[in-house]
């Protein structure tokens, strides 16, 4: 099976509000796919609605599996992290994996105690006793141990000092990822993401603004610093967006005429937190 996910006018509203707008989208095998939105955009509706915790309208598919009718069956292959989980405080690591071991049939524990041996986490140790990072250090091994097809991490690193942020994708790369193996990643600290990504999805009010890989943006969206004699110059090709940086002005542009820009200054490819922006601002303008 290539496409994991595959959405067809999906669509969820409460009530009145309409959080998730007729979206189409597919997502193949062995992709890291970044899900960057606002807050209120519609990623956690998105997010319950491929782990089957909410009803939908429209057409969706995880892994051929309807994730609402067939959730049981759906987890077999599924991992989630959220930036809300929560252990019992009394509960020690050597009882997680005991209830883990026991209701997961493709949980490793000899796997998940080889991860957990290169952090400074004990087997008696307790959950009230560990710091956020410890907390999701456990987490994460015990997803790594799963032999899940699909990964799916809201914020996973929220509230993380850098180090542990950094740690946590580092082993996900490295220990984790295949090219059998698809991951979603919901967050707002898009920096420290994007080397890893492989497609973006944007969403704004419950819709797909972009649906695009890495490659297909690198072609398509450029930044230009550009030296303030060329700055009018550079302005008629007419930008999505302009910034002043240590005295150059960083233009972004969506624009056949590259070859052109490249003689008025030096170009780079945008950070996905900058070209975020400046579409979410190019719809408001439409």
Avoid at 128 to 143: F, P, R, T, W, Y
Wanted: proline share 3%; glycine share 6%.
């Amino acid at each position: 099976m290539t496409q994991i996910i595959k959405a067809k006018n999906l669509s969820k509203s409460y009530g009145k509000f309409q959080a998730l707008k007729n979206i189409n989208l597919t997502i193949g095998k062995g992709k890291i796919v970044g899900l960057i939105g606002p807050n209120g955009a519609g990623k956690t509706t998105l997010l319950k609605a491929l782990l089957g915790l909410t009803a939908y309208d429209g057409d969706l598919e995880v892994m051929g599996i309807s994730p609402f009718q067939d959730r049981a069956k759906l987890m077999e292959d599924i991992c989630f992290i959220a930036d809300v989980a929560v252990l019992p405080d009394w509960i020690k690591v050597n009882e997680v994996l005991d209830f883990v071991e026991q209701t997961h049939p493709k949980f490793s524990r000899s796997k998940a105690e080889g991860f957990l041996k290169k952090t400074k986490l004990g087997a008696k140790q307790k959950v009230k006793s560990m710091s956020k990072g410890m907390i999701v250090q456990l987490h994460l091994a015990i997803v790594m141990s799963i032999e899940a097809k699909l990964l799916i991490l809201d914020e996973p690193t929220l509230g993380l000092d850098i180090i542990y942020r950094k740690d946590f994708y580092d082993n996900l790369l490295n220990d984790y990822f295949d090219n059998e193996r698809t991951i979603i990643i919901t967050t707002h600290q898009v920096e420290e993401i994007e080397h890893i990504l492989t497609d973006l999805l944007f969403i704004k009010d419950g819709e797909i603004v972009l649906d695009a890989n890495m490659e297909e943006l690198t072609e398509e969206y450029f930044e230009v610093m550009v030296p303030s004699e060329n700055y009018e110059d550079a302005m008629s090709f007419k930008p999505l967006q302009s910034r002043k940086v240590f005295g150059k002005h960083v233009m972004l542009f969506k624009h056949p005429n590259r070859g052109e820009l490249e003689a008025l200054g030096e170009v780079q490819r945008p950070g996905v937190a900058d070209l975020f922006v400046a579409m979410l601002k190019e719809e408001d303008a439409e």
